[in-house]
C-alpha cells in the first residue's frame, strides 16, 4: 500500500477495471479500508495541489493539480503530521476515516493528509495516458513530487518548522516509503513500509512459489490437488471433446478450440486461472473488502473429491471467483487484453495501464511460472509479459531493455540493502511479495517486522476481534516504533 508524525506513506488502491469494465487481478494493490475508525466530527477535505510535471526541469513546464485529502480531526497542537501516499490507484478518502494510521493518528494526535500518485485517479499530469505522457510516470517523480508538496505544505501547516512527518506505505507505496526516506531525510523523518518490494526483478518466479506454501499450510493435499488439476487441464486441451469442456466448465467466453495454436491465448488462460489461487492467497483474512475468500475456502473446494476430478474441482474454484467478481466469463484473449491496454484516455478508475507501463520501464514483478513440475504449469514465462511491454507501448521494451531498467532502478534504490534509518519494514508470510522485501536485517537502523500467518498489508487495516495474536502484536511494535522516532 505513511501516515504518522513525520511522512505516513500508505498505498489505497481501489478496485482497477478495464475498458469493459472487467475487474482485473494487479497482484499488488491493497484496496480500500472495510469500515471507518470512529464517528467523525469533522469530514476530510478535498484539496488540489500545484504541481510540477518534470522536477529535472522545474520551470520548462506549466503545473498541473494533484488532489489531496486532508483531515485535522485527531490534530492537537504539537502533534505531528502523517502523510498517506497513494500508489497505483485512485485515492479514496475512506483512508482517512480508517485503518491502523487512523488509530496511530488518534494517539499521537496526528494532523493526516493523504496525497494521490501522479496519473492515477483524478490527478492527471497530461492529460492523456500516450506513451510520449507516460515518460513522466516514474517512482523518482513521484518521491520528487512529495518533496516538493511536504516543503510547500511545511510552510502552510509548519510555519516553525519543528512538526514531524512520518511516512507509512503499504505495496507499491511501501516501497515509495522507505525510498522517501531514503531519498528525502531532510523533510521526512521516518517511515513504516508495509509489504513493500525493494527488490525489482523481471522474472518474479518467486511469487508462486510462496502462493504455494501457503496453500500448504492449509494442507499438503490442496496442493497436490492444484498440481494435478493443472496437469488435467494440459491433457484436456489436446482434445477436441476435452477443449469443449474447457469452455463449458471454465466458462470462457471465446470457445479455446480457435485458441489452441496461439500461445499468448492459452498463457494468458492459464495466468487466469492461476490468478485465482494468487489472489485469494495475497489478500487471505486481511480484514479488507476484497478479502471475501480465502484459502480455507479454495482448498476446501480443491480437496473435495465428492466434487469430482482434479479439473472439476478447478472449474469449481474458478465459478466461484467468477460469481465473486461479478462476471459472466473469463475472458483469457490476449489481442482483446492489448487493445484495452492500448486505450489512452484519462479515467479516475482506470489504472491498468499506468501501473503496467512502471513495471515495464522500472519494476519489473511478472509473476511467472516457468516449468512443467510446478503447481501452475510452463504456461507463462517471462517472455509472456516482456511481449505485451512490447505490444502495449514500444518495441523497444524487449528483454534486453527491462534488464537494464531494473538493473537501474535496483542500483538507484539499493534494492535489499536500503541506505536508511528510522523506516520500519512489514511484511507477513503468507503474502507472495514479501520474497522481494525485506524481512529480516542485522543492522539496528533498518529494523523489521514478519508477520507469520499474515497477507499483504494486513497491519494497515482496521484491527479486529478475529485478528490474530501475532498481528495485533506487531501493529503495537509499530505503535512502539512511531513512539520512539518521535521522540528523536
Known amino acids: 500500500m505513511r501516515c504518522l508524525a513525520f511522512v505516513l506513506l500508505v498505498y489505497l488502491s481501489l478496485n482497477v477495471e478495464d475498458a469493459h469494465g472487467k475487474k482485473l487481478f494487479s497482484k499488488g494493490f491493497i484496496g480500500g479500508p472495510n469500515k471507518v475508525f470512529a464517528h467523525l466530527q469533522q469530514e476530510p477535505q478535498v484539496e488540489w495541489f500545484q504541481q510540477i510535471l518534470d522536477h529535472s526541469n522545474a520551470t520548462k513546464y506549466p503545473k498541473w493539480k ?3 485529502y486532508i483531515s485535522t480531526e485527531h490534530y492537537k497542537p504539537g502533534g505531528p503530521i502523517f502523510l498517506m501516499i497513494g500508489g497505483e490507484g485512485k485515492e479514496t478518502p475512506k483512508w482517512m476515516t480508517s485503518g491502523a494510521w487512523i488509530h496511530y493518528a488518534a494517539k499521537f494526535n496526528a494532523l493526516c493528509i493523504s496525497l494521490e500518485h501522479r496519473f492515477y485517479g483524478a490527478s492527471q499530469p497530461t492529460g492523456n495516458l500516450s506513451t510520449d505522457s507516460l515518460q513522466y510516470l516514474t517512482s523518482e517523480q513521484a518521491l520528487a513530487d512529495l518533496a516538493y508538496f511536504i516543503s510547500v505544505m511545511k510552510v502552510k501547516y509548519d510555519e516553525e518548522g519543528s512538526k514531524k512527518w512520518i511516512a507509512f506505505g503499504g505495496s507499491y507505496p511501501g516501497s515509495l516509503a522507505a525510498w522517501a526516506r531514503e531519498k528525502y531525510p531532510e523533510l521526512i523523518h521516518g517511515s513504516i513500509s508495509s509489504s513493500g518490494p525493494l527488490l525489482a526483478e523481471v522474472d518474479f518466479k518467486e511469487y508462486f512459489e510462496v502462493v504455494q506454501q501457503s496453500l500448504a499450510s492449509y494442507s499438503e493435499d490442496c496442493v497436490v490437488a492444484v498440481r494435478r488439476s493443472f496437469s488435467q487441464l494440459e491433457i484436456l486441451l489436446r482434445h477436441m471433446i476435452g477443449q469443449r469442456e474447457i469452455n463449458e466448465k471454465f466458462q470462457l467466453c471465446d470457445p479455446v478450440e480457435k485458441s489452441i495454436d496461439n500461445k499468448l491465448d492459452i498463457a494468458s488462460l492459464f495466468e487466469n486461472i492461476a490468478g485465482n489461487f494468487a489472489g485469494v492467497v495475497q489478500y487471505n483474512k486481511d480484514n479488507s473488502p476484497h478479502s471475501t475468500k480465502t484459502i480455507d475456502d479454495v482448498c476446501d473446494v480443491m480437496v473435495n473429491e465428492t466434487l469430482g476430478t482434479p479439473v472439476q474441482r478447478l472449474a469449481e474454484v474458478n465459478r466461484m471467483m467468477l460469481n ?6 473469463l475472458d483469457y484473449k490476449y489481442d482483446k487484453m492489448i ?7 484519462c479515467d ?15 519494476f519489473g514483478f511478472y509473476q511467472t511460472s516457468t516449468q512443467t513440475d510446478l503447481l501452475f504449469s510452463d504456461r507463462f514465462p517471462v517472455d509472456f509479459f516482456i511481449r505485451q511491454c512490447m505490444d502495449i507501448f514500444s518495441e523497444k521494451m524487449d528483454s534486453q531493455y527491462l534488464q537494464a531498467v531494473v538493473g537501474k532502478t535496483n542500483t538507484f534504490y539499493g534494492a535489499l540493502n536500503p541506505n536508511t534509518t528510522n523506516v520500519l519494514y512489514v511484511h507477513g508470510s503468507i503474502d507472495p511479495w514479501h520474497a522481494l522485501g525485506l524481512i529480516s536485517s542485522p543492522n539496528p537502523n533498518t529494523p ?8 499483504h498489508c ?29 521522540k528523536t
Open 348 to 362: 479516475e478508475d482506470k489504472a491498468m495501464r499506468q501501473w503496467t507501463y512502471q513495471t515495464c520501464n522500472e
Open 66 to 68: 494533484q488532489r489531496y
Open 458 to 486: 494486513a497491519n494497515m487495516y482496521e484491527p479486529s476481534k478475529n485478528d490474530i495474536p501475532a498481528l495485533t502484536e506487531a501493529r503495537q511494535k509499530i505503535q512502539d516504533f512511531i513512539e520512539n522516532i518521535l
Open 324 to 329: 465473486e467478481s461479478k462476471e459472466k466469463c
Open 448 to 455: 523489521t517486522i514478519f508477520i507469520e500467518g499474515t497477507a
Open 339 to 345: 487493445e484495452d491496454m492500448k486505450n489512452i484516455t
